[in-house]
């Protein structure tokens, strides 16, 4: 069963600290995502990477990078979080066709 | 990737079919129209996706217009457990470094 999993479930971290979300995947893709969702806003694109140490930027990086050292593993780095930063963040990885997801990291930022 | 369109909200009957369209009228050639699922609190899920012919899975159908600028994702006996935001994206499967950009999906409410 293909997987891909986000270190943790929930996470709440102080204004200022630097937050690691770490993601998985088994399947050997390329292609990585982070996405954060908030209320009546959908899914929005952070970063993604298409090979180990390759980076695009989403639709909002603003505050936010990310480490591809290896293939399976994608990391999205808040250098200083902050409380505009408190959302859920979706992990995703691609190949070709069909993504597969995590099941996301609540991120509250006190 | 193409922009695609999606009315916000609908409900449906349960047991009857929910019929989902999405507008993507500026679909390129080499782009496949994808459906995916959420249902609340988990990570979305893969329903269908297809270029240009009809699509039919165990989960749902999927039709596209011979124009390409628009489909519908069909739920042919809604439960209540399909109650989820729908997502409507188009994107090239091969393409390295290929975005896949959500927008706002349509939030689909089965009622009993």
């Known amino acids: 069963d293909v997987k891909v999993t986000q270190s943790s479930r929930y996470l709440v971290k102080r204004t200022g600290e630097k937050v690691f979300l770490e993601c998985v995947q088994d399947m050997d893709h390329e292609n990585m995502f982070w996405y954060r969702q908030d209320p009546g806003l959908g899914l929005r694109l952070i970063y993604f990477s298409y090979d180990v140490k390759m980076k695009e930027k989403g639709d909002i990086p603003e505050g936010y990078s990310v480490s591809r050292e290896k293939k399976e593993r994608f990391s999205l780095i808040l250098e200083s979080a902050s409380t505009n930063q408190t959302s859920m963040y979706l992990c995703?990885?691609?190949?070709?066709?069909?993504?597969?997801f995590g099941q996301g990291t609540r991120l509250t930022v006190v | 990737d193409a922009k695609t369109t999606q009315p916000p909200s609908m409900d449906c009957a349960e047991g009857r079919a929910a019929n989902l369209p999405c507008n993507h009228s500026?679909?390129?050639?080499?782009?496949?129209v994808y459906w995916y699922r959420q249902i609340h609190s988990q990570g979305p899920q893969y329903i269908i996706h297809?270029?240009?012919n009809n699509e039919t899975n165990e989960m749902a159908s999927l039709i596209i217009t011979e124009d390409r600028k628009s489909s519908t994702l069909i739920l042919p006996h809604a439960t209540l457990r399909d109650t989820a935001v729908y997502y409507c994206i188009v994107s090239r499967p091969q393409a390295a470094g290929n975005k896949l950009t959500f927008g706002g999906g349509t939030r689909v409410l089965v009622k009993p």
């Open positions: 297809g270029l240009k």
């Open positions: 995703a990885s691609r190949e070709r066709g069909e993504a597969f």
């Open positions: 500026t679909i390129s050639g080499n782009e496949y």
